[in-house]
């Protein structure tokens, strides 16, 4: 029972990040289009790990992480907002390159399957 109750929670995080990172100002995570790639929560809901991708490659979604660091508070303040937790885990992001690297893959299935 306990592991459904984080799983409900990691999918509410991550939806509401989604909405939040839409209103954060830095422009350092404006001017990248950047995507929530894994959200995990810790059983203690201390912290959660956020894993960050961008479109542009892992350089950008660095710059991203950056300016999403710098907007922890104010992040962590709407997430308490809307989620109404006793307890409002501290958002840890981390830059991944998933998306670039799905692109290429997905390049090399095109180039194979034209030759």
Known sequence: MFGHRIERITEDVKRELTAIF???KDPRVTKT???IVKV???RDLSYCKVY???ISGVKEANEAVLGLKSA???IRHELGQ???LRHVPLPIFIATDSI????DIFKKLN???EN
């Open 33 to 35: 289009m950047i995507s």
């Open 72 to 74: 922890s508070g104010y």
């Open 100 to 103: 670039e690297y799905g692109a």
């Open 40 to 42: 995990e929560v810790s």
């Open 82 to 84: 809307r989620l109404k």
């Open 52 to 54: 960050i991708s961008s």
């Open 22 to 24: 839409r209103e954060v």
């Open 111 to 113: 180039d194979l399957k």
